[in-house]
């Protein structure tokens, strides 16, 4: 059975994050994480999540960004068809930011598998692979649920810190 291991955030040196395509403001998203990454030495793989037939963004174009094809790498129940996300999937990554206000098979499938140290996301149901999962309110974008993440590894993390 696996193990959460969690780690202050100023620790971590890689995180992974799935985003979802579909949402306006990744560019945002995308901005704010290369920031906060940045101040901590931190490196960053994105996993973005094609649902549509959209062309991809130029922004996605990324050497640290990986487009997944809903239609293309994967079957109509979420189950993957394609090794493009294998990669993301393998990664031990310290984090694994699932930025989705938005439930999709996909993501929660992508996450499930994900070899992910410690995993964040939004709370769909009981049944979500996440160690540590956040309730959104509705009108909230991802830009914000990505800030309320890395905003809550510091708190915890914190508090963890100040019982040694």
């Given at each position: 059975?696996?193990?959460?291991?969690l780690?202050p955030?100023?620790?971590?040196?890689?995180?992974?994050?799935?985003?979802?395509?579909?949402?306006?403001?990744?560019?945002?998203?995308?901005?704010?994480?290369?920031?906060?990454?940045?101040?901590?030495?931190?490196?960053?793989?994105?996993?973005?999540?094609n649902?549509?037939?959209?062309p991809?963004?130029?922004?996605?174009?990324?050497?640290?960004m990986t487009?997944?094809?809903?239609k293309?790498?994967?079957?109509?129940?979420?189950?993957?068809?394609?090794d493009t996300?294998?990669?993301?999937?393998?990664?031990?990554?310290?984090?694994?930011?699932?930025?989705?206000?938005?439930?999709?098979?996909?993501?929660?499938?992508?996450?499930?598998?994900s070899?992910?140290?410690?995993?964040?996301?939004?709370y769909?149901?009981?049944?979500?692979?996440?160690?540590l999962?956040?309730?959104?309110?509705?009108?909230?974008?991802?830009?914000?649920l990505?800030?309320e993440y890395?905003?809550?590894?510091?708190?915890?993390?914190?508090?963890?810190?100040?019982?040694?």
């Open positions: 059975m696996r193990q959460p291991v780690k955030f100023n620790d971590a040196r890689s995180i992974g994050v799935i985003l979802n395509l579909r949402n306006s403001n990744c560019p945002d998203t995308v901005a704010f994480l290369d920031q906060e990454a940045a101040r901590h030495g931190i490196k960053l793989h994105y996993l973005l999540v649902l549509h037939k959209h991809i963004p130029q922004w996605c174009l990324d050497s640290r487009v997944i094809n809903y293309r790498d994967f079957t109509h129940t979420g189950k993957l068809k394609s996300a294998d990669a993301f999937i393998n990664t031990e990554f310290d984090f694994l930011f699932s930025v989705s206000t938005h439930f999709h098979p996909v993501v929660k499938r992508i996450a499930t598998l070899k992910a140290a410690f995993k964040v996301g939004k769909f149901s009981r049944d979500n692979p996440y160690d999962t956040y309730r959104p309110s509705y009108s909230e974008r991802d830009l914000e990505s800030k890395v905003a809550n590894i510091h708190l915890i993390t914190l508090s963890d810190n100040s019982d040694n």
